[in-house]
């Protein structure tokens, strides 16, 4: 419980971080947006047949 306080308190009374993201960090984060997306996108084309078996909306085709 006191580890909790501890933590509580040092985030209350936290100073100013002085840190500093660089303009490729943005473009960074983008690009592991897209790439969870489009491997999303391409998972769920990939298995399709399956997961509309899964829902019962369709049997798949052997």
């Known amino acids: ?11 209350l009374f936290a100073g100013p971080a002085c840190a500093y993201i660089d303009p490729g960090t943005g473009s960074l984060v ?18 399709w047949k399956r997961i509309k078996t899964l829902f019962g909306s369709k049997k798949a085709d052997d």
């Open 30 to 47: 983008l690009q592991f947006l897209l790439a969870g997306f489009f491997a999303s996108a391409f998972f769920i084309k990939t298995q």
């Open 1 to 11: 419980m006191r580890l909790k306080h501890l933590l509580f308190l040092s985030v």
